[in-house]
């Protein structure tokens, strides 16, 4: 059991751009979750994964978030043309029952 | 409107002794609560987690009561330890849609003084 990784740790990217976030979750967990923490807040959802599909969005997933997660394994996070606001933690997590949920380290976004 | 309120930003405790942190939620729809545990520029590790429908689970030195009458929970760490410094967290997992989607509160910082 290896954990949940993310890559990469850290990104630092100028407004406008795009960016691309992985995920691979523990192997076998059929639950993936992708959640974003600001400075003094917890984790805030932002959209869930049963296996390949994508079953609920938070109304934060605005038009310029884009998640996938094809053949139920590894997941991206896409965020197109960054804001400065879209600067936080991204942090993936991972499961198979909802008693339990595993988190990665996250990856660190800085939009300058 | 938060549903999950933790509203003691920070508690120091002593090595050794008790540390009881607190937690309120209004969702009634909540079937599980979790509590995380999180360093700076790490991921929340998971700590512990109770079903809405036991009031009590023990897991070493973590113990996490749900008075669900109250839609308070809280968890007792003893005895703490200068290690259990960090940011904790509570969390409930929103069974209306089965997702299991988590919704945190914002977060104590606990202290533990050697």
């Known amino acids: 059991d290896t954990g949940v990784s993310q890559d990469p740790r850290h990104k630092i990217t100028k407004r406008g751009q795009n960016v691309t976030f992985r995920c691979d979750p523990i192997s076998e967990h059929n639950r993936l979750y992708w959640y974003r923490q600001t400075l003094g807040q917890g984790p805030e959802f932002l959209t869930y994964f049963q296996n390949e599909a994508q079953l609920e969005k938070s109304r934060l997933l605005s038009d310029r978030f884009s998640a996938e997660r094809p053949k139920g394994s590894f997941s991206t996070l896409e965020i197109q043309r960054t804001e400065q606001g879209d600067s936080a933690m991204y942090l993936c997590?991972?499961?198979?029952?909802?008693?339990?949920?595993?988190f990665g380290p996250g990856t660190r976004l800085t939009v300058t | 409107d938060q549903q999950v309120k933790q509203n003691s930003p920070s508690l120091s405790v002593q090595e050794g002794r008790i540390s009881i942190l607190n937690c309120d939620y209004t969702?009634?729809?909540?079937?599980?609560f979790l509590w995380y545990k999180k360093y700076p520029a790490e991921g929340p590790t998971f700590l512990i987690s109770i079903s809405s429908i036991k009031d009590k689970n023990e897991d070493g030195r973590f113990t996490v009561f749900l008075n669900k009458s109250a839609k308070h929970l809280s968890l007792h760490i003893v005895p703490s330890q200068p290690g259990d410094s960090a940011v904790y967290f509570c969390?409930?997992?929103?069974?209306?849609?089965?997702?299991?989607?988590?919704?945190f509160g914002q977060g104590t910082t606990l202290q533990v003084k050697p």
């Open positions: 997590a991972s499961s198979r029952r909802e008693d339990e949920q595993y």
């Open positions: 969702n009634s729809m909540f079937d599980y």
């Open positions: 969390a409930g997992s929103d069974g209306s849609g089965n997702t299991g989607k988590l919704i």
